[in-house]
């Protein structure tokens, strides 16, 4: 007679039998260096996330280090912007000092990624060259092109373009190939939904569009099968892995890229994610703890690999403490 309660009786049988493992080594911590000296600013929107500056950054790498990530996606937050994003791929800009200032103090101890756009550094917020109020695809291109290739001259790992123009992954594999880095892989913002999710790192980042939204490029999130067109578009001009964002709302559109490609899929748990958890916590509605185990093992189930998200030393240490993976 079947029981499905037998293999539930106690924690050891319950271990035994789980369909989803999480591993320390697939979280990616996403971390804002702001230019600057002797910063460490609290990000209100994100209740216990900090912008840091370079001279700072160690503080918070030394911390990842200790509870085991040894991952991190840079985002950049520069003192002055303009309407070609100048400070996107100036060699001495805020990422790309960031870079050698961590790669100088810990070599390959940290695999940095990057993250390539265009709107923390425009000064109108969107993430391309304008022409005539609209985001410019093709004129877009080489500014991406050339933001990926002044990261990874700094020293960057691995590039993560998340602007969502059409072509860039050929257009920046291209130019790192012909550069010399054709070992450099590239993570892909294959399914990059338009969501509200991001309000809080907008906040972060000086990042909301200054007019219109991002709807022009970013995906509609009526759509299912365009993320698989995405993700396949993204396949065949070179993407090593293909990210779904936001994660907690779009866990289906996970389980087919995953089911439907051949990559390593990444989930970013993003900012308005990592928010509503973190203030119905601090109000008492949930219990912040077990809703974060539940909602990260739910992106795992759901076919990712890899996940970028706020709470990576919280989830490092539930997976250290056996309380999920
Ligand atoms: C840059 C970028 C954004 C995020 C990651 N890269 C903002 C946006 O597209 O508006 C969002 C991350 C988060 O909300 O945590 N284009």
Redesign the pocket.
Same mark, same amino acid.
């Given at each position: 007679m079947n029981r499905g309660r037998r293999t539930r009786r106690n924690d050891n049988v319950r271990r035994m039998v789980r369909e989803t493992r999480l591993s320390k080594d697939s979280l990616i911590y *996403?971390l804002f260096l702001e230019e600057g000296s002797d910063i460490k600013a609290h990000i209100d929107a994100m209740p216990g996330q900090y912008r840091y500056s370079p001279d700072r950054v160690h503080e918070i790498i030394d911390k990842c280090l200790d509870h085991g990530i040894n991952k991190v996606i840079l +985002?950049g937050i520069p003192a002055c912007k303009d309407s070609v994003g100048t400070q996107a791929y100036d060699e001495d800009a805020i990422v790309q000092s960031g870079i050698r200032k961590i790669k100088e103090e810990y070599g390959d101890e940290i695999y940095i990624v990057t @993250?390539v $756009?265009m $709107?923390?550094y425009t000064d109108h917020g969107h $993430?391309g060259i304008l022409k005539d109020k609209e985001v410019d695809n093709d004129l877009t291109l080489p500014y991406l092109a050339k933001i990926a290739l002044s990261h990874v001259e700094a020293g960057a790992d691995m590039v993560a373009p998340? @602007?969502m123009m059409d072509g860039r992954i050929e257009k920046i594999r291209r130019t790192l190939d012909e550069a010399g880095y054709s070992n450099i892989p590239i993570m892909s %913002?294959a399914a /990059?939904y338009a969501s509200a +999710? %991001?309000g *809080? +790192? !907008?906040d972060a980042?000086g990042?909301a569009p200054s007019f219109g939204d !991002?709807r022009a490029y970013?995906m509609d999130y009526h759509n299912r099968r365009e993320a698989i067109k995405e993700s396949l578009f993204d396949a065949a001009e070179g993407a090593d892995i293909l990210m779904v /964002? *936001?994660a907690l709302s779009y866990l289906d559109i996970i389980r087919d890229v995953k089911d439907r490609t051949n990559l390593p899929v990444a989930a %970013?748990s993003?900012?308005?994610e990592?928010s509503m958890i973190k203030n119905a916590g601090k109000a008492g509605l949930l219990d912040e703890y077990k809703t974060m185990c539940e909602s990260t093992v739910s992106i795992y189930r759901a076919g990712a690999d890899i996940l970028l998200t %706020?709470y990576a030393m919280e989830i490092a240490d539930a997976i250290q403490k056996g309380d999920i993976g």
């Amino acid at each position: 007679m079947n029981r499905g309660r037998r293999t539930r009786r106690n924690d050891n049988v319950r271990r035994m039998v789980r369909e989803t493992r999480l591993s320390k080594d697939s979280l990616i911590y *996403p971390l804002f260096l702001e230019e600057g000296s002797d910063i460490k600013a609290h990000i209100d929107a994100m209740p216990g996330q900090y912008r840091y500056s370079p001279d700072r950054v160690h503080e918070i790498i030394d911390k990842c280090l200790d509870h085991g990530i040894n991952k991190v996606i840079l +985002f950049g937050i520069p003192a002055c912007k303009d309407s070609v994003g100048t400070q996107a791929y100036d060699e001495d800009a805020i990422v790309q000092s960031g870079i050698r200032k961590i790669k100088e103090e810990y070599g390959d101890e940290i695999y940095i990624v990057t @993250d390539v $756009c265009m $709107c923390e550094y425009t000064d109108h917020g969107h $993430c391309g060259i304008l022409k005539d109020k609209e985001v410019d695809n093709d004129l877009t291109l080489p500014y991406l092109a050339k933001i990926a290739l002044s990261h990874v001259e700094a020293g960057a790992d691995m590039v993560a373009p998340s @602007d969502m123009m059409d072509g860039r992954i050929e257009k920046i594999r291209r130019t790192l190939d012909e550069a010399g880095y054709s070992n450099i892989p590239i993570m892909s %913002y294959a399914a /990059k939904y338009a969501s509200a +999710f %991001y309000g *809080p +790192f !907008r906040d972060a980042a000086g990042s909301a569009p200054s007019f219109g939204d !991002r709807r022009a490029y970013q995906m509609d999130y009526h759509n299912r099968r365009e993320a698989i067109k995405e993700s396949l578009f993204d396949a065949a001009e070179g993407a090593d892995i293909l990210m779904v /964002k *936001p994660a907690l709302s779009y866990l289906d559109i996970i389980r087919d890229v995953k089911d439907r490609t051949n990559l390593p899929v990444a989930a %970013y748990s993003v900012s308005g994610e990592y928010s509503m958890i973190k203030n119905a916590g601090k109000a008492g509605l949930l219990d912040e703890y077990k809703t974060m185990c539940e909602s990260t093992v739910s992106i795992y189930r759901a076919g990712a690999d890899i996940l970028l998200t %706020y709470y990576a030393m919280e989830i490092a240490d539930a997976i250290q403490k056996g309380d999920i993976g």
